[in-house]
């Protein structure tokens, strides 16, 4: 659409601001945007995504001088953009959990197997599960996530936030309920990182907003 660029460009742009708050001293920040980011790379975009916002935010978290950063992706989807740009990096940590890209987008990264490359290898972990997890099994994963980034101890963490692993995402197929985002935020604020979500997918529009505000809340209330 005609307005695309600038939407992507000030979504950028609100995400640095959040990274400056991290540097002011905010314990969390959130970069609300339309388009998401985590499917765009260093020379693609796709999945709607043109800027990768979280990508631009762990850089410029770096940049203005933390030494390692983590990401911790919990969209339906494989952030295959952020892992695509931080591939070779070992300052910066992704991980992702979501859909088996055997049958989910973007299928042609997410794989178990992908672990990072070079400097990079070690540093890119992907935790894909089938299509109709539930959210005890997607919440023990979360935890596996969670030591691997505290083990890495990075001085801050962003989360690429996607919302489409409720229940009710009609492209989608995990089975998180609206309450469990609510200990999701909980246990992402556990790790004690200053923490910066950028919003991604959701599809579910109705209860994408309480669902956001809930992982928010669960942050907040730790
Ligand atoms: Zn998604």
């Given at each position: 659409m005609s307005g695309t660029w600038t939407a992507a460009r000030e979504g950028a742009a609100c995400a640095v601001a959040a990274a400056d708050a991290l540097h002011q001293g905010e314990t969390a920040a959130v970069a609300?945007?339309?388009?998401?980011?985590?499917?765009?790379g260093p020379a693609f975009m796709g999945g709607y995504c043109f800027l990768n916002n979280a990508a631009i935010a762990a850089q410029n978290l770096r940049d203005k001088g933390m030494q390692r950063v983590g990401i911790l992706d919990i969209d339906y989807h494989h952030g295959n953009g952020t892992q695509a740009i931080f591939d070779a990096r070992a300052d910066i940590y992704t991980v992702s959990i979501h859909g088996?890209?055997?049958?989910?987008?973007?299928?042609?990264l997410g794989h178990a197997?992908?672990?990072?490359?070079?400097?990079?290898?070690?540093?890119n972990l992907n935790l894909p599960l089938p299509k109709g997890t539930e959210f005890e099994t997607w919440y023990a994963t979360l935890q596996k996530a969670l030591q691997i980034l505290s083990d890495f101890a990075p001085q801050a963490l962003v989360v690429p936030l996607g919302l489409d692993t409720y229940e009710g995402d009609p492209i989608s197929g995990f089975k998180l309920k609206s309450h469990h985002y609510f200990q999701v935020g909980h246990a992402i604020a556990a790790l004690g990182l200053p923490t910066l979500f950028t919003l991604e997918g959701g599809y579910a529009v109705a209860d994408f907003g309480v669902n956001t505000v809930n992982v928010l809340e669960g942050f907040k209330s730790h």
């Open positions: 609300l945007t339309r388009p998401p980011g985590h499917h765009a088996d890209p055997q049958t989910e987008y973007p299928f042609f197997d992908e672990y990072g490359t070079g400097d990079g290898e070690g540093f």
